[in-house]
């Protein structure tokens, strides 16, 4: 079993930034992929970003490249999410997640772990 728990989320204008965190105890693995996952109300669960629990490899969204970024701290068994120039539309329930590695970190059925989630608003 693995515990997930995601904090960092709150109100900030359009055009900041937050920093969302997601602290991993349990049985965690190298062969595991972490993602970000969010999800308005009415809406389905739609990918974020990952990153291998080993390794560099990164992958986000297309739409949202170039504004967030996924990072690791291994020693400390937590992923990040950094989210600048934010918007308006990036306002949703953010989820971390985690699965072992099997090349379809896009997709929601990739991860076996999952978080409550933490709740980012972006006003304008």
């Known amino acids: 079993q693995v515990q997930l728990v995601e904090s960092g989320g709150g109100l900030v204008q359009a055009g900041g930034s937050l920093r969302l965190s997601c602290a991993a105890s349990g049985r965690t693995s190298e062969n595991y992929i972490m993602g970000w996952f969010r999800q308005d109300p009415g809406k389905e669960r739609e990918f974020v970003a990952a990153i291998r629990w080993s390794g560099r490899s990164a992958y986000y969204a297309e739409s949202l490249k170039g504004r967030f970024t996924i990072s690791r701290d291994n020693a400390r068994n937590t992923v990040y999410l950094q989210m600048d120039s934010l918007k308006p539309e990036d306002t949703a329930l953010y989820y971390c997640?985690?699965?072992?590695?099997?090349?379809?970190?896009?997709?929601?059925?990739?991860?076996?772990?999952w978080g409550q989630g933490t709740q980012v608003t972006v006003s304008s």
């Open positions: 997640a985690a699965g072992y590695e099997n090349g379809r970190y896009y997709s929601r059925m990739a991860y076996d772990y």
